[in-house]
């Protein structure tokens, strides 16, 4: 059997404090995103019974793999390529700042993995359903949409004469920010794929993940912090305020009228 939550929980929290202190002693945060990937992966793993495993089980954590993998990297390659997370400005200097963002990226580990972290502590099986079939479309697409977005961002920001201008080809076309959409269907993905095998108050807080996720990236580190930046760098273009007034801020062909 894999390692019980509470073991997991407690690894989680360690690895973000070590990568606290090595961001304190170092004055960085270029291992930030990368030490989180690595949490979902390990984290992931432990929680598996090897022995006994199921295909459900294998299934369910080799998407989190997958995810956990592909962005890791992308967000390491990037932070090398640029040399620092903006987000990190204000704290870099800041301990207990510091020790706050490392823990809550703890916190965002655990919370999105729960459905993940149930299913892989189970020990009976049954038979796949509609739901696992769909759920893990549902990841699929997700990813792809995620990867497709990311990669199209980044070919656009490595072409030079790109410089200063904004990106509204591609899949940021029909949304301003297309990867988070795609982060959203992946784990709302895996959360459906595992679903039916929750019992009990796992229902309750299994379902906490892709709400957690979507809050997350709607109202605090993701989208709230990129539509700033953006309005300092093009509010007075007309251009991009045309973009930001026919285009989705999130979900494609989804554009909600401004209040």
């Given at each position: 059997?894999?390692?019980?939550?509470?073991?997991?929980?407690?690894?989680?929290?360690?690895?973000?404090?070590?990568?606290?202190?090595?961001?304190?002693?170092?004055?960085?945060?270029?291992?930030?995103?990368?030490?989180?990937?690595?949490?979902?992966?390990?984290?992931?793993?432990?929680?598996?019974?090897?022995?006994?495993?199921?295909?459900?089980?294998?299934?369910?954590?080799?998407?989190?793999?997958?995810?956990a993998?592909?962005?890791?990297?992308?967000?390491?390659?990037?932070?090398?390529?640029?040399?620092?997370?903006?987000?990190?400005?204000?704290?870099?200097n800041?301990?207990?700042?510091?020790?706050?963002?490392?823990?809550?990226?703890?916190?965002?580990?655990?919370?999105?993995?729960l459905?993940?972290?149930?299913?892989?502590?189970?020990?009976?099986?049954?038979?796949?359903?509609?739901?696992?079939?769909?759920?893990?479309?549902?990841w699929?697409?997700?990813?792809?949409?995620?990867?497709?977005?990311?990669?199209?961002?980044?070919?656009?920001?490595?072409?030079?004469?790109?410089?200063?201008?904004?990106?509204?080809?591609?899949?940021?076309?029909?949304?301003?920010?297309?990867?988070?959409?795609?982060?959203?269907?992946?784990?709302?993905?895996?959360?459906?794929?595992?679903?039916?095998?929750?019992?009990?108050?796992?229902?309750?807080?299994?379902?906490?993940?892709?709400?957690?996720?979507?809050?997350?990236?709607?109202?605090?580190?993701?989208?709230?912090?990129l539509?700033?930046?953006?309005?300092?760098?093009?509010?007075?273009?007309?251009?991009?305020?045309?973009?930001?007034?026919?285009?989705?801020?999130?979900?494609?062909?989804?554009?909600?009228?401004?209040?």
């Amino acid at each position: 059997m894999g390692l019980q939550l509470g073991k997991l929980i407690g690894i989680d929290f360690a690895i973000q404090f070590l990568g606290w202190a090595l961001s304190v002693k170092f004055r960085t945060e270029r291992h930030f995103d990368l030490t989180g990937s690595l949490t979902f992966i390990l984290l992931t793993y432990l929680s598996r019974n090897k022995r006994r495993s199921t295909l459900r089980q294998n299934i369910q954590s080799s998407c989190v793999f997958f995810w956990a993998l592909r962005l890791g990297a992308f967000l390491f390659y990037r932070i090398l390529k640029v040399g620092k997370d903006s987000r990190f400005d204000r704290m870099r200097n800041n301990p207990t700042r510091l020790l706050i963002t490392w823990m809550l990226q703890g916190i965002w580990v655990l919370i999105t993995l729960l459905p993940t972290l149930y299913l892989n502590q189970k020990q009976v099986d049954k038979p796949l359903r509609k739901t696992d079939y769909i759920g893990w479309s549902l990841w699929l697409f997700g990813f792809i949409f995620e990867t497709i977005a990311d990669t199209q961002k980044m070919s656009f920001k490595n072409n030079l004469n790109n410089k200063n201008t904004f990106i509204e080809t591609g899949l940021w076309k029909y949304s301003r920010h297309p990867n988070y959409f795609g982060e959203m269907c992946a784990w709302f993905g895996l959360y459906i794929s595992s679903s039916h095998m929750l019992v009990g108050y796992e229902r309750f807080f299994g379902v906490l993940s892709p709400i957690f996720v979507t809050l997350l990236i709607s109202f605090l580190s993701g989208i709230p912090i990129l539509e700033r930046q953006a309005m300092k760098l093009f509010a007075s273009n007309p251009a991009y305020q045309a973009y930001r007034n026919r285009t989705p801020i999130l979900i494609p062909f989804l554009n909600f009228p401004r209040i």
